[in-house]
RNA sequence: GCGGGCGUGGCGGAAUUGGUAAACGCGCCAGAUUUAGGAUCUGGUACCUCGCGGUUUGGGGGUUCGAGUCCCUCCGCCCGCACCA
């Protein structure tokens, strides 16, 4: 068979086919096999792939082809995450379903990806739009309603208006929405919640079990979102009212010095206190502005602080004083109780805002330096809050104590009479997981006007999104509309109730795709538990940095509470994550607005898709960013070109044998070519499996083809260390370019397929050299080299290194106070 | 402010973890071959120097026979969080 010129199209066409047919890449559970999930996040059907998507899924195929021939048992799955916003959208500007968007997308995406030979068993391919799939999340939430894990509420939301619909918290970002950038708004609405804060402790805890697997980026941030910190609640009696504020405190040490308090405009008792204020128009205008502003310039860090006096006092529990209560700008209701106890002397915060409305400064922590020289610090002399560690003055029984132990005590003297408390903060709320938008999964629940909230029994679900839906122009939800989707018989009383008509925050659908993979056909089931214990967790996760906190987290907290309804036995889904450098161009992201985007499909159609493939893995570690180059992905063909040639030149002499085989004592060339082909494999296995550095595998099979090439012409009469040799490349070279090295396999005349050989391994013999050059160096700088006998003993090669010509130059007329031999390596002569 | 990461040729990036800095590739230069080529092959390519040699991993200092790698310090860049009480 002669191979011809390298056409890309024509090969990787023909292997893709094969693979097909023979079913290579299709697995099933087998419990007597070591299994191996990689995972790549699944995309958005936007409709078309970009270089994001080709870096992310190489990563990914290369790691799944590698442990295959490895031996294990693979699980390598593709599916789309396909309910969403973009799909409604065109919907409106097509004038169409948003399913049908969703599905022709899906169909185009699919034969992309065919087109990059990935090794997906597409058997189990999932959208997250069928109903088979979303009937279950509907039966999750149902158990998650049954334990306590899911409730609704009223309270303000983060409203987007561009996009219609509440967002959580995770997907603001700088007060804008994650999607469309819209300023996001606030709006009191009532809304259906996860407790993901009731794992908020777990969350957080079981990071340290991800350490060495996840990258420390992503714990630290999943550590700040989670936001732990220790403190006090502390309650304080409303003068002349029947009513206590409480607050959330981390300095409870400080409460002798704290002289008012500051509470959030949104906070609940802001009517009761100002219902019969003097100046209740003046109150009013304040909190509604404070209330209405946008979140970007309420959070910036230059806003002045700002408040308005309620009228009311509170008490201080342990001085008496009478705390005047404002309304202050700077105060979250988001964050601990929305009420501050300020302490003016030893918080910066509250410092500018007594400055501003002429407060009084109380200092109770002294820094030790002048608690040590019998001095206190005087309130008049302070141009900022102290807020270092110090000892406590003016703070009756507990002055003269170090201020943390202080904490404690304070709290502990307030517990007595009820009215403290150590307590522990978190930022992370409960995710809102309702969306006022219709192309998503329906929330299974039925307002009665008799029995109030019913969940849809377990028996009527799927809850199915209407396919006769018509979308509206404004984006708003067509369901509230369609009388006969909303209409229902309540389950309890049969009376006519309504039925919801959110649906879920499309993050919930991929919060348990990884699951379904282990068993995605199951109709009666989310998942056969047996299945899923054999293949979870996924052994390596591949995906970009911009879900360190939403789906990653959001995931973490699903196993969690699927673990605790008792669906999986897991409690974290994701061993090993991998987060991937963005591709660049010109050194910016790639946008349609900049120009600068390019089609994978072009250079598919152009190089080929092993060429494509090859370019992105070789210019840059898989964690760093990725500069497109022109050039490179041509330098990638030549390449590839170039190992093609090599063995259509050698084809008559190739024999089918294995990689790593030949063994024969041979020539001087040939020691050196097994040499070079074993010391490949150890390389090249080794950057694969410890920190999946496929540039520098692929540079390491660069230079052993670049070595048969220097000795191909010497071994014309030893055809089995160049069979051997060229076997060997084409092998380690297959994950990243699977189709030419099929091609070059089959050429070889083997009748297997690559795809499911065995990874070679090294022969530790072949590493071993009779000569080994060594480098002298005197005081540490290169003077020579030389050959020796490996392994030579230390006098013989302290010896050699002396009678180096340019040695003996540097050693004229000096002292040899020490030579260092480090065996096979280097000589160090100091001279002094 | 807090936390995480990074800094090596013209460029992307290597360096078996303390042992020849710049592997591999891109680009560039020269030559060969070719009707021609953006194809292919050979050689060169950190900087200064004709050369001997000297200098070089953001700057400075330290440990060591030996430092890109370890320690201290300063500078610069990127990312995340942030009026968090």
């Known amino acids: 068979m002669a191979l011809g010129k390298y056409d890309p199209e024509s090969v990787e066409g023909k292997w893709q086919r094969a693979w097909t047919e023979s079913r290579c890449f299709e697995v099933e559970a087998d419990p007597a096999k070591p299994k191996y999930y990689v995972l790549e996040m699944f995309p958005y059907p936007s409709g078309k792939i970009h270089m994001g998507h080709v870096r992310n899924y190489s990563i990914g195929d290369v790691v799944a082809r590698f442990k295959s021939m490895q031996g294990f048992n693979v699980l390598h799955p593709m599916g789309w995450d396909a309910f969403g916003l973009p799909a409604e959208n065109a919907a409106i500007k097509h004038n169409t ?43 999750f939430f149902l158990k998650f309603l049954e334990k306590g894990l899911a409730y609704r509420k009223n309270s303000p939301q983060n409203w987007c208006p561009g996009c219609n619909t509440v967002l959580a918290n995770e997907q603001v970002e700088d007060g804008l929405c994650w999607r469309c950038d819209s300023p996001v708004e606030q709006k009191d609405m009532e809304q259906w919640f996860l407790r993901i804060t009731d794992y908020a402790d777990e969350l957080l805890k079981d990071l340290e079990g991800l350490e060495g697997g996840w990258p420390e980026r992503v714990l630290t941030m999943q550590r700040n979102w989670i936001g732990k910190s220790y403190g006090a609640e502390l309650t304080f009696q409303v003068k002349d009212m029947d009513e206590t504020i409480t607050v959330f405190t981390t300095r409870p040490d400080t409460l002798f010095g704290a002289t008012f308090m500051s509470i959030a ?45 309620t009228g009311r006092y509170c008490v201080n529990p ?99 009479s009820g009215l403290g408390k150590m307590t522990v903060n978190y930022r992370l709320r409960d995710w809102n997981v309702s969306r006022q938008r219709f192309w998503g999964a329906p929330i299974p629940v039925i307002y009665c006007d008799d029995c109030g909230v019913v969940p849809v029994p377990e028996k009527d679900l799927p809850i199915l999104l209407p396919e006769n839906a018509q979308v509206r122009a404004d984006g708003r939800s067509p369901l509230p509309e369609m009388a006969e989707f909303v209409n229902c018989a309540c389950p309890k009383c049969g009376k006519p109730a309504r039925r919801e ?58 196993t969690k509470a699927l673990r605790d309804t008792g669906f999986v036995s897991t409690t974290e889904p994701f061993a090993n994550l991998l987060t991937q450098g963005m591709v660049l161009k010109d050194g910016g992201k790639m946008s349609k607005s900049k120009g600068n985007v390019v089609d994978p499909g072009a250079m598919i159609a152009q190089y080929g898709a092993d060429a494509t493939r090859l370019f992105i893995l070789f210019a840059s570690p898989p964690v760093k960013e990725l500069e497109w180059s022109d050039q490179g992905i041509e330098g990638a063909f030549r390449f590839l070109a170039r190992l093609w040639r090599l063995v259509e030149e050698l084809e008559g002499a190739l024999a089918p044998v294995m990689p790593g085989s030949y063994a024969e004592p041979g020539s001087d060339a040939a020691k050196q070519l097994r040499f070079k082909e074993h010391d490949t494999i150890r390389r090249v296995t080794r950057d694969i499996e410890n920190e999946f550095q ?84 005197v005081n540490g700088k290169v003077r020579g080299k030389f050959d020796a006998p490996n392994d030579a003993p230390q006098d013989v090669v302290k010896a050699m290194a002396m009678e180096q010509e340019n040695v003996v130059r540097f050693l004229e007329g000096k002292t040899v106070r020490k030579v260092i031999v480090i065996p096979n390596k280097l000589v160090n002569i100091v001279v002094g």
């Open 694 to 777: 496929f540039n520098t595998a692929i540079a390491a099979v660069m230079e052993l083809v670049n070595e048969i090439y220097g000795l191909k012409d010497d071994l014309s009469g030893e055809p089995g260390a160049l069979s051997s040799a060229v076997a060997t490349a084409v092998t380690l070279l297959s994950p990243v370019t699977p189709h030419i090295c099929e091609e070059l396999w089959r050429a070889m005349g083997h009748a297997e397929p690559l795809a499911v050989q065995a990874w070679p391994t090294h022969d530790e013999g072949a590493l071993v050299k009779d000569q080994v050059t060594l480098v002298v160096q």
């Open 265 to 309: 405009a949104e906070h609940p008792m802001v009517e009761k206190l100002t219902g019969d204020a003097a100046n209740k128009d003046e109150i009013d205008a304040f909190v509604t502005r404070i209330r209405n502003m946008d979140r970007i310039k309420r959070g910036a860090d230059d806003l002045e602080k700002e408040g308005v006096f």
């Open 501 to 558: 008509t959110d649906t879920f925050d499309t993050f919930f659908e991929s919060s348990w795709y990884y699951l379904r993979y282990c068993d995605p056909r199951n109709e009666d089931a989310p998942f056969d538990p047996a299945k899923v214990d054999y293949w979870m967790n996924v052994d390596q996760y591949i995906g970009g940095i911009e879900h360190a906190i939403l789906h990653l987290l959001y995931s973490r907290f699903f």
């Open 318 to 416: 342990v001085t008496g004083v009478e705390m005047p209560i404002y309304v202050a700008n700077f105060v979250l209701m988001g964050y601990g109780t929305g009420a501050v106890m300020a302490v003016p002397a030893h918080d910066q915060r509250d410092f500018e805002f007594a400055a501003k409305y002429n407060l009084p400064l109380k200092v109770v922590i002294n820094p030790r330096e002048l608690s040590d020289k019998g001095e206190v610090l005087d309130p008049a002399d302070m141009q900022a809050a102290y807020s270092d560690p110090g000892i406590l003055v003016n703070s009756g029984q507990f002055d003269g104590m170090e201020n943390e132990p202080a904490k404690k005590a304070v709290v502990e003297h307030l517990d007595k």
């Open 97 to 139: 379903h948003p399913a049908k968007w969703t599905y022709q997308n899906i169909a185009d995406m699919r034969a992309q990806l065919s087109r990059l030979g990935y090794s997906y068993d597409w058997r189990r391919e999932l959208a997250t739009c069928r109903p088979e799939y979303y009937k279950w999340e509907q039966k």
